[in-house]
């Protein structure tokens, strides 16, 4: 099942929705075929069909979620630790990205203009569906996963090298494009990411490929911060990330989910 958060662009008929409305308001939908349903509901009671339906062409999709945080995983692919002259971490990686650094789908990713080079990193990310604190070595995780989206983990890359640490190069403004839906049924097993550049494959990985799976990487992180419904976990990037320059536009691919893309632009001054 696909959800999503939208907007409307366009109102439904008056015979399917609340007339006291006035103006479009962001709502919960499921995905099915060309049109998104509206529907009741949250993470942990589940969802419930309404009655109103868009035409996808008259909604503008959010972010899947609004996450009080969104944790990061770094290095959890061999080939991408190799390319940036780094050996393969004993235990996962994490950073934390500010939920300030969010845009939706089609948005635009904006290069600052103290960064020479800003790199695109594509990302199977994690959507947490119920608090998750203190997870057992082998507690099941499953029931705490909402489900699945695409992340581009932008990283202002040579700030990253100066600073020896990752707040500043990964923590700009529309850094973090999250969408453009939330598929709860994908079979990780068989997922895979890839990011295309002005429709040039530049990365591909998929999730058997990770050092450390995403069960390992929930239990880690709940044994330190709780997760909350609608957090976010990105669960790293594979080899061939590469700059960005205005003008690009970035896809970031994800098997199963769908595709996130953004447009590139500079900072005006």
Known sequence: MKLCRFQPVVLPAPESRDLTETHPVPRIGIIRGDSVRDVSGDFASGWRPGKAEWDLKNVKLLPPSVPTKIVCVGRNYLEHAKELGNEAPGEPVI??????????????????????????????????????SQLGINEEVQPYIAGFTCLNDVTARDLQKTDGQWTRAKG??????????LETELNLEAAGVETFVNGVRK?????????????????????????????????????????????DLVEVVVSGVGTLRNPVVAQSS
């Open 203 to 247: 990365q591909s990985g998929r999730a058997s490929e990770m050092l450390f799976p995403v069960d390992v990487i929930i239990r880690w992180i709940s044994r330190m911060m709780t997760l909350h419904p609608g957090d976010v976990v990105a669960t790293g990037t594979p080899s061939g990330v590469g700059p960005l320059q205005a003008g």
């Open 95 to 132: 950073f934390l990205k500010p939920p300030s650094a969010i845009i939706a789908p089609e948005e635009p990713i904006v290069m600052p203009s103290i960064s020479r080079r800003v790199d695109h990193e594509g990302e199977i990310a994690v959507i947490i569906g119920r608090t998750c």
């Open 172 to 181: 700009f403004d529309t850094f973090c494009p999250f969408g453009p839906v």
